[in-house]
């Protein structure tokens, strides 16, 4: 039995709700769909209830685009209504109100009203509609029964750890967001699930945006020679400074501490699956949060160090603001360290550095990793690997979330 919490503001968790019976029947699993309130779930961990209020423009504008983009990969219809997001607690006490075998399709169909048909599942006579259409009694969202379960729904969740939606239980395994669903495969198989894109065309160059002060980064970093090698495509590796980026923009300089207790746990062991996922080492340094700006020179200068350098800091736990660290990993690599530390203080190196950060701003990145294609699409997260390596095929979504 998989467990699936969703509510249908959430475009994520429609997206999810397309696939997540198909990923359960293919392992002969059933679903249970737990509808919650994900603002209910904001209010226990004391998050925002629009999170996307508190982001920079520069990240909402990202983050729209991406939504688009993982409608489109999962070839599910989906437009962002404007009035977005709609209040849906009268709708997910429909949802709570249908039976088990009817549940699922009552909740598509107020996906498919919410983000197909553009209209508003706050409105009586859109629900009356769609539970109509259901044999479900009129008003039946409007019980006492409904606002009651709908509450202890929540409450459940948000006590076995949901901070959002949707979230997927196999067992006592948590797994949150659509773009997890490979590692429900993997849980429920045994198996690694790595989908692999068309091989694209040659010649292609991918700008990388990296600072090894991220744990992302350093994974995204791992496998961006590895998907550009399988498309004959070419990394222009760009360092630059993620604080004084963070800084411009008014991100705080180490997002994962304002994230919820539970969110912060989720996101480590989130951070160990994706590595056991590439077959990467990662440990999570004590050194953290740590200054880059000596790594992030010296990799200007000689970036075939770059890897070296990441697995240095997250995989043994090295501080790199220590020249004699930085020294020993060239050294390693049969580099003579003494020029290279020498260069991080020539001022061409220290503009070069300041240069590739004003790019970073400039192209509209927001964290790391980011990858930047030939045509200008930039794709943020290592987690969305699998996405540049569709991209790198030819592969691109709707003009608006290009």
């Given amino acids: 039995m998989l467990t699936f919490a969703f509510d249908i503001v959430c475009p994520y968790a429609y997206i999810a709700a397309s696939r997540i019976e198909a990923v359960a029947a293919a392992h ?79 909740a598509q169909a107020l996906y498919a009203a919410y983000w197909v048909e553009g209209r508003d599942v706050s409105d009586p006579a859109v629900l009356a509609e769609i539970a109509a259409r259901f044999g479900l009694p009129h008003h039946a969202w409007r019980t006492d029964a409904a606002r009651a379960e709908l509450r202890a729904s929540t409450q459940q969740a948000a006590e076995a750890g949901a901070f959002g939606v949707p979230t997927i239980w196999v067992g006592d395994r948590m797994f949150w967001g659509a773009d997890r669903l490979h590692f429900v495969e993997e849980a429920l198989s045994g198996r690694r699930v790595a989908p692999a894109a068309p091989m694209g065309a040659s010649g292609q160059k991918i700008g990388f945006y990296h600072d090894f002060a991220s744990p992302f980064s350093y994974l995204g970093a791992t496998q961006a020679a590895r998907v550009a090698a399988r498309h004959g495509a070419e990394i222009e590796w760009r360092p630059f400074l993620l604080g004084a980026l963070f800084r411009d923009i008014g991100t705080p300089m180490v997002p994962l501490a304002t994230f919820s207790a539970v969110k912060q746990q989720h996101l480590l062991g989130d951070l160990h699956r994706w590595a056991d996922h590439w077959g990467e080492g990662f440990a999570f340094p004590a050194c953290f949060p740590v200054r880059t700006v000596l790594a992030l020179r010296v990799a200007l200068q000689a970036p075939e160090v770059t890897l070296p350098l990441y697995r240095a800091l997250w995989v043994d736990g090295r501080d790199l603001s220590d020249p004699a660290v930085v020294a020993a990993v060239l050294s390693a690599e049969g580099l003579d360290p003494a020029p290279l530390l020498e260069g991080a203080q020539a001022p061409a190196v220290k503009q070069r550095l300041i240069d590739n950060g004003a790019l970073a701003r400039a192209s509209g990145v927001v964290g790391v990793p980011t990858f930047e294609l030939d045509d200008g699409m930039l794709i943020w997260g290592q987690d969305r690997i699998f996405q540049l390596d569709r991209a790198l095929s030819g592969w691109r979504p709707r003009p608006e979330a290009c």
């Fill in 28 to 106: 002969r699993r059933e679903v249970r769909w737990q509808p919650v309130l994900l603002g209910g779930l904001f209010q226990h961990h004391d998050a925002p209830q629009v999170p996307a209020d508190t982001w920079p423009a520069e990240k909402v504008a990202l983050g729209r685009k991406d939504i688009l983009r993982a409608a489109d990969e999962a070839g599910v219809p989906l437009e962002i209504p404007d009035a977005h997001p709609r209040r849906t607690v009268d709708a997910m006490r429909l949802c709570v109100a249908a039976p088990d075998s009817l549940r699922p399709a009552v």
